[in-house]
């Protein structure tokens, strides 16, 4: 058996269409324009690519782009400052300060300093709060994309066993309260879980977001199983750079029901849930109905 590859790429731009004629038409019949503020502290160069990606594809759907690159040394009141002024412009409907920030910046604190109706990455904790009691909030944009593909190949996800691998704040932890969500039975493992493989086993719905590359092997799967591998991790092979995901996709691809490969899969859907959500805070920033299926 081989698995049906869920093909991200495809998805996304799919995604990333659909929200195209969402804007077109909130131009057209309330002459709304959603806009996206990224914030940028220093000059990290992964950092760096994230940011042009975003400006470059939230234009492409017609929305505004409003990037706001600062020096590695500037200052939390300045940060805070900037926030404070875009949380106060009506014409930005979503705002992300790109992380990681800069060792003498507080995160948490920086983060939780936007307007909660803004904070398109879902990361301000009423968000965590809102989601984690299954009420109306901002989804963090990586559990979102990989909530969407797997709505799209299942229909329903109800009674699943769902196995997230990583507890992390920014995918394990909130794609495992979307799962729930969405009624699967759902454990979440980490580096402590005792006999890993035996818990992948039971998995129907396989998640990894580790950042070890290729550390589930094929038969850590069941049959059948769908897997969603969210690591992105550069490795050497062969004396080429290469990007491989935390699943052994060449033994998982033969016991897998379906899987996404990386890159291809889980990364390019990140951005178009970015754009999803600011389409999203948009709309209820005007009181405007949601886009279906563009939120959790
Ligand atoms: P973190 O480093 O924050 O979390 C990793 C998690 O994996 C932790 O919970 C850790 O457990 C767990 N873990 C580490 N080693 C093991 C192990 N041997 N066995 C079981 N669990 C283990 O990573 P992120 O969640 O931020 O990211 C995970 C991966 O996803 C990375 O490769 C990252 O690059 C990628 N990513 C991809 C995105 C995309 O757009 N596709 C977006 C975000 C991330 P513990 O808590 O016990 O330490």
Redo the contacts with the bound molecule.
Sequence with gaps: MTATIIDGKAFAAKVRGEVAAHVARLKEEHGITPGLAVVLVGEDPASQVYVRNKGTQTLEVGMASFEHKLPAETSEADLLALIANLNADPAVHGILVQLPLPKHLDSDLVINAIDPAKDVDGFHISNVGLLGTGQKSMVPC?PLGCLMMLRDHHGSLAGLNAVV????N???KPMAQLLLGDSCTVTI?????KD?GAVCRGADILVA????PE?IPGDWVKPGATVID????RIERDGKGKLVG?VDFGSAVKVAGAITPVPGG??P??IACLLANTLTACCRANGLPEPAGLTA
Aim: proline fraction near 0%; hydrophobic fraction near 45%; charge should be positive.
């Design positions: 990586t691998v990583g507890r992390s920014i995918v394990g493992a980490h580096s402590r879980t890993l977001a580790v950042g070890r550390m969210v690591g992105i991790n935390d889980v990364g859907m990140t």
